[in-house]
């Protein structure tokens, strides 16, 4: 195998084990303060033990895995310090980023979440996961919408901060208020208006902030 094709496949790989462990740690699955103990991962995955440290390198680097005292990586545990911080650099990002994906999101993705919203708003008492699953959608489409990669990463590590805080937890805002909230951000994206996506998105953040605190 030439060495192109082997990087290939290790890089494959790698990126295999690394979507296992972090819908692992996402889900609490892999609880916070879990030593990783890559001989039993590796075998779980179904794969050696270097793509697999290739995948734990990278989610140390994204904050997800931490070194305990003995020097052994663990799953972090978030802390509701952690939770606000990643709101406030959500606040600083993303209404700049709605404003961007004011002016470029497309019909079919406005039309798809004008559905979803609407199926949600139909409904006495939706679902836990679907309101999660909408809102994941909404504001994904708003980070890649709106034309900057590096705004869309660090979006995407930030609400992982936010996932992650809720399933350790169990503490959750009441994502059905979200509603008005959505319904508002997803008028000014439908308008076209930068100025009214960006107010909308700040105003939205705003109430997570003021509902996670009041079930704390």
Do not use: C, K, W
């Amino acid at each position: 195998m030439s060495d192109h094709l082997q990087n290939e496949e290790t890089g494959s790989l790698s990126e295999q084990a690394y979507r296992h462990i972090l819908s692992g740690i996402l889900s609490a699955r892999l609880a916070a303060g879990t030593p990783i103990q890559e001989r039993r991962l590796a075998a779980e995955i179904g794969l050696s033990r270097s793509p697999l440290r290739d995948a734990l390198g990278r989610l140390a680097g994204e904050g997800l895995l931490v070194r305990g005292n003995t020097g052994a990586l663990t799953i972090r545990a978030i802390s509701l310090s952690d939770y606000l911080q990643s709101l406030d650099m959500r606040t600083l990002v993303e209404p700049s980023a709605a404003a961007l994906a004011a002016r470029a999101i497309g019909e079919d993705d406005l039309q798809r979440l004008d559905a979803g919203l609407s199926s949600l708003e139909a409904e006495a008492d939706p679902s836990r996961e679907a309101l999660a699953a909408f809102d994941d959608d909404l504001h994904g489409t708003i980070a890649s919408r709106s034309g900057n990669p590096f705004m869309e990463r660090v979006l995407s590590e930030m609400r992982r901060y936010t996932t992650l805080y809720e399933s350790q937890t169990g503490r959750r805002p009441l994502r059905n208020a979200d509603g008005p909230e959505h319904r508002n951000l997803l008028t000014a994206l439908t308008s076209r208006n930068s100025e009214d996506a960006a107010e909308a998105m700040r105003h939205h953040l705003e109430g997570i902030r003021r509902r996670i605190l009041e079930r704390f």
